[in-house]
């Protein structure tokens, strides 16, 4: 793409994959670790930009909202309880949490207020089993809502519980707080942008850097139990709006 661009001079962070590196100037970045939505604004920063205050301004479209409403209305979804949205799927398979620990939390958080599911329809079925070994089964709207329903599910959700996923991303662009499940993933660069707290894993767990496959079977999401989840999505839902929880490092 950057080749194709034609454009007399590229500029991108430094670091570049796929060969960008080989045809577009790179940006230094800070020395220290830092967010990967800072690395990019380094590069608007070295450009003469003005990148502070920093404002994501994420809306979900009107009819959105309209057809959320309507939806959980359907579902009969009282508004005197905390709307809890939970996207149980991560994209890639190595980022997923077991199963049955996503069904203890449904459960549990089933008495803090109305869980919603949502994801993909290919995520369906895994959802299903998920839902099913709550028992007291939340909402499951896995596959029936569009990108922008599902943005404006999490813009009313009191709680967002996710793995490393788009959807934790989406919350904290929108405001709502997030309980995020991370193993390999390092969260400094690609966390809960300014949330490290929202985060409950531990990627350091083997000592180095994860690679896609992994001969320890993803113990560092195996660490993670069902129980500091729970107790991080409490503290989420009776902490003042603008707080995030603690969380597990």
């Known amino acids: 793409m950057s080749l194709a661009s034609r454009a007399p001079l590229k500029i991108a962070r430094a670091g570049q ?3 960008a590196h080989l045809v577009s100037r790179g940006i230094p970045l800070p020395a220290s670790a830092t967010h990967a939505v ?3 604004l380094a590069v608007a920063r070295a450009l003469g930009a ?3 205050p920093i404002d994501f301004a994420l809306k979900p479209p009107a009819d959105a909202r309209w057809s959320v409403t309507q939806l959980l209305e359907a579902q009969r979804v009282s508004s005197d309880r905390p709307l809890i949205v939970v996207s149980p799927s991560a994209a890639q398979r190595w980022k997923q949490w077991p199963e049955e620990r996503w069904s203890q939390v449904l459960l549990a958080l089933a008495d803090l207020g109305n869980v919603v599911v949502i994801g993909t329809s290919p995520q369906a079925q895994l959802h299903r089993r998920i839902v099913e070994g709550a ?3 939340p909402i499951d709207l896995t596959g029936q809502t569009t990108l922008a329903e599902a943005m404006a599910l999490i813009e009313r959700a009191a709680l967002h519980v996710a793995p ?4 934790v991303h989406m919350a904290v662009a929108l405001g709502t707080p997030v309980v995020a499940i991370y193993g390999p993933t390092p969260v400094i660069r690609v966390g809960p942008y300014r949330q490290p707290e929202s985060v409950l894993g531990n990627a350091n767990l083997c000592g180095f850097g994860c690679p896609a496959y992994c001969v320890f079977g993803r113990r560092c999401l195996r660490a993670v139990a069902a129980a500091d989840v729970i107790a991080c999505a409490e503290e989420a839902l009776n902490k003042p709006v603008g707080q995030m929880p603690t969380g597990v490092p």
């Not at 490393?164 to 959807?167: A, I, L, P, S, V």
């Open 17 to 19: 994959r796929e060969g």
């Open 164 to 167: 490393d996923t788009g959807t």
């Open 135 to 137: 028992r007291r089964r």
């Open 38 to 40: 800072d690395e990019y």
């Open 50 to 52: 003005v990148v502070d």
